[in-house]
């Protein structure tokens, strides 16, 4: 059974920009979430999408967003970029989710803002 | 919110001693705390988890023990070797689930 996959792995963006991160989960999960790892911060909870519906949402501004697809892809974005955002980004998926079950990550996003 | 308290931030042992992570919870509706060890640039893997129903769970030379009363779980790897060097992070739930900072165990051979 494949893993959760994230793209892009690596990605270098500019001040500013906008950027779109996407991450297909397990076959059979109908949830993904999505965290922010910095070194200063650790694991930050952004959002949880539960079958195309956003279930929960952490501490972030609205220039993160995100979705889940009918599939149970999922993208999240961030718009206006900053230098604080360079961080990893991970996806998680599980059966039910955060609230109930265990979940699995993904290798992650590293995003880099110059 | 959930808020997860982690300790020590880093570990050092050498090869064949134990090793105990500690941490902390402030939400006592929380039900779920799973263990997860980071490899350099990996993604965060689930090593062992406990529910609030269970006070002790053992997989080979990993065990967590669980607390309610004190909020407060740990991670026990006893006969640590070299490639347990890693990140850990515990974690608890509620509605969401909430990491603590992380702790960096070397294990010297």
């Given amino acids: ?29 109908r949830s993904v979430s999505w965290y922010q790892q910095t070194p200063g911060q650790g694991l930050q909870f952004l959002f949880e999408y539960f079958s195309e ?7 972030f501004p609205g220039r993160f967003s995100g979705r889940q697809f009918s599939n149970s892809r ?33 290798e992650g996003s590293r995003l880099t803002v110059l | 919110g959930e808020n997860v308290e982690q300790h020590p931030s880093t570990l050092s042992v050498q090869e064949g001693d134990s090793a105990v992570i500690k941490c902390t919870y402030s939400d006592s509706a929380s039900n779920y705390f799973p263990w997860y060890k980071q490899e ?10 406990i529910r609030s129903n269970v006070g002790e769970k053992k997989d080979q030379r990993i065990a967590v023990t669980l607390n309610k009363t004190a909020k ?20 608890a739930n509620n509605n969401d689930m909430r990491f603590g900072a992380g702790t960096r165990l070397t294990v010297k051979p």
């Fill in chain 2, 72 to 91: 407060h779980f740990s991670l026990h790897i006893t006969e640590t070797q070299p490639e347990d060097s890693a990140v850990y992070f515990c974690a």
């Fill in chain 1, 1 to 29: 059974k494949a893993g959760v996959t994230q793209t892009p792995r690596y990605l270098i963006k500019t001040r500013g920009q906008q950027v779109t991160l996407s991450c297909s989960p397990i076959s059979g999960h």
């Fill in chain 1, 74 to 106: 999922s993208e999240m974005n961030v718009s206006t970029l900053e230098l604080g955002d360079s961080a990893l980004y991970l996806c998680a998926s599980g059966q039910q989710g955060a609230r109930t079950g265990e979940l699995f990550f993904g």
């Fill in chain 1, 53 to 59: 519906t956003q279930r929960n949402k952490g501490n």
């Fill in chain 2, 40 to 49: 350099l640039g990996k993604g965060p893997q689930l090593i062992i988890d």
